[in-house]
């Protein structure tokens, strides 16, 4: 496989496995998960579900984030963005 | 059901455990409400009204007074009387900077404190979450980041690990726990395969592997101890295996310490359910344990009910796995009755009954020489765990099919126009204990015999017409002169149905049985 098909299957594997865990968290359909769903046009993302996707994420895909990390990232595709690098590294 | 969570810590997180149980209804009070809650009579929790009440208070965020917070649980239990309080004992702080075993000595006096609270208390139950964290660690149970961001102590695994550690307390407090534990024996109780290997050559020793299964055999053992009745069910030629049990220097368990043995050539499914039938148990009160996966699957298939944990892969982990998977979920024990520890004896003792009843032609002759003698009583305090464990437990003959926690029984003890009727058992054969008893509401000249149970190891022996008879010269001494009973039918208690009918009581509708002129 070439490394750029390797790179897209990584990528929707990615996006594929964020979106079930947001559709869990906040209890919604997965397509109603868009790049840029966020706190304030997704009623379901208060504070606490805030945490709560983070501890899932955290465990699900066995990364960590920092406590900083977890105050600034308020988008499906930053949280996205961040994910991909901590699993590349 | 209702589930009520207290906590100093933000806890919410605990809701999504408990997502799958539909029969659940939970209660989340805000964090560090939780003593205003229990005191304020007006309070969500007080018009949530739990069944259950879970309290988690952690440790190194708690500054109070151990004696206030067990005074405002007690006020709370006194006003809510039906309600069970599950508390988790405080945990150790392995993040202190001074190493001294002082706060070690504090958290213990707290904990001593609040164990001696539920030993008091039968509303009380507590959670030994120290045990959890002994085994699981801190590290992975507790996670400092989201203390910082939302006042959440522990991580996602430590709120699985609590959701799964409450539903077992829970299952207990509601008498769920199974009764009979059948065993494989060979790679079972010992390794290796007796009819091949040869008695001398299986694993079961006191040095290296075989250390394992010898064990293995303590903890199962301790298990009987508790009162669980143990059955063996191997493919094996029963000589053989007598040979085993009598002559190997390492066998712990006795021959007799299984209530049944099924060790021939037959199907494990039907062995199964035969020692069901002869014990009179459901079959959801087994659980099964096999090395064989195929003879795990074929259980699993054709009798659902029984419980077949998986067998460990890698053999040194048995006896870790015996205790988090099969005791632990299975046979959670609050706290030991006497009844318990002397169950195995007593159904041996049924079983030599049954023999005797084969013996003899005639019934009459042989309900004479048993030599049955009924002791009623009262309800004292020490009755309150074995009364609402009848309750739970007993099903063909629970005339109203109600059962009670030991928090209602305790509520209902204190009402003056209640009265219960404890009834013990004797015969020729020994001591069965408590077996029965009456809930009998009075009302001036009448009494409603709102619940009568006996237990299921004593039915056949007329004994049910024996105790109603004692029951009705009682109150007519009380001058009653009219007596209801009810009878409420289940699944399960279709046999008693013609109780109060062959005891000269009338039916005045399809619950209600009247014995008028006492």
Redesign the interface.
């Known amino acids: 496989m070439n490394s750029a098909i390797y790179l897209k299957t990584f990528n929707m594997e990615i996006e594929k496995r964020l979106k079930k865990l947001f559709s869990e968290t906040f209890n919604v359909a997965e397509e109603t998960i868009a790049p840029n769903t966020r706190p304030s046009n997704l009623p379901e993302w208060d504070s606490l579900g805030h945490l709560r996707l983070f501890m899932n994420i955290e465990s699900e895909l066995r990364i960590s984030f920092q406590i900083n990390e977890i105050k600034e990232l308020t988008s499906f595709e930053m949280i996205m963005k961040m994910v991909k690098e901590k699993i590349v590294h | 059901m209702k589930l009520a969570v207290l906590s100093n810590v933000?806890m919410?997180?605990l809701r999504?455990c408990f997502q799958k149980n539909n029969a659940l209804e939970l209660y989340f009070c805000g964090y560090n409400r939780w003593q205003a809650e229990l005191l304020d009579t007006n309070s969500e929790l007080h018009k949530f009204a739990p069944d259950y009440v879970f309290l988690y208070l952690n440790a190194g965020e708690w500054n109070g007074e151990i004696s206030g917070l067990l005074a405002s649980v007690k006020t709370y239990l006194d006003y809510a009387k039906t309600t069970n309080f599950i508390i988790a004992n405080f945990n150790y702080l392995p993040t202190e900077i001074l190493i001294n075993y002082d706060n070690d000595s504090y958290v213990n006096l707290l904990n001593k404190t609040m164990n001696d609270f539920s030993k008091e208390n039968h509303q009380v139950t507590i959670l030994d979450f120290n045990r959890i964290i002994r085994w699981f660690g801190y590290k992975n149970l507790f996670?400092e980041?989201?203390w910082?961001?939302?006042r959440?102590k522990l991580?996602?695994?430590g709120f699985k690990v609590l959701a799964n550690e409450i539903t077992h307390v829970l299952n207990c407090l509601q008498g769920k726990t199974k009764k009979v534990l059948v065993l494989d024996l060979d790679n079972t109780l010992w390794g290796g395969i007796l009819g091949e290997d040869g008695m001398n050559n299986l694993l079961l020793s006191e040095e290296g592997i075989g250390r394992i299964f010898a064990d293995f055999q303590k903890k199962i053992k301790q298990l009987k101890e508790m009162g669980v009745l143990l059955v063996s069910c191997s493919k094996n030629n029963e000589p053989e295996v007598m040979e085993m049990f009598e002559k190997h220097p390492n066998m712990l368990l006795q021959w007799e310490d299984f209530i049944l043995h099924k060790i021939n050539w037959e199907r494990k499914s039907d062995n199964i359910a035969e020692v069901a039938k002869t014990l009179q148990l459901g079959l959801d009160s087994m659980v099964f344990i096999d090395d064989s996966r195929q003879e795990r699957e074929l259980l699993k298939q054709l009798l659902p009910e029984v419980e077949t944990p998986d067998f460990p892969e890698d053999i040194s982990l048995l006896n870790q796995w015996f205790v988090w998977e099969v005791v632990y979920p299975f046979f959670p024990k609050k706290q030991l009755t006497e009844e318990d520890k002397e169950k195995t004896i007593q159904y041996k003792r049924n079983l030599s009954r049954k023999n005797e009843e084969l013996r003899t032609m005639n019934y009459e002759e042989f309900l004479a020489s048993l030599q049955i003698k009924l002791n009623i009583s009262e309800l004292a305090d020490f009755h309150i765990s074995r009364v609402a464990q009848l309750t739970q437990k007993t099903n063909q003959f629970n005339l109203s099919g109600k059962r009670y926690t030991e928090a209602e029984i305790s509520a209902m003890a204190s009402d003056k126009n209640s009265v219960f009727f404890i009834c013990d058992y004797e015969d020729k054969f020994g001591k069965e204990g408590i077996i029965g008893c009456a809930i009998v509401h009075i009302e001036e000249k009448k009494a409603v015999i709102e619940n009568l149970l006996l237990s299921c190891r004593v039915l056949g022996r007329e004994v049910e017409n024996l105790f109603l008879q004692h029951i009705l010269s009682d109150l007519k001494e009380k001058s009653i002169c009219k007596v209801e009973g009810i009878f409420r039918a289940t699944e399960k208690n279709i046999a008693a149905k013609d109780f109060y009918l062959k005891n000269g009581f009338i039916p005045i509708n399809e619950q209600c049985y009247l014995f008028e002129n006492l």
């Open positions: 933000n919410d997180p999504f996670d980041k989201y910082y961001l939302g959440i991580s996602n695994e």
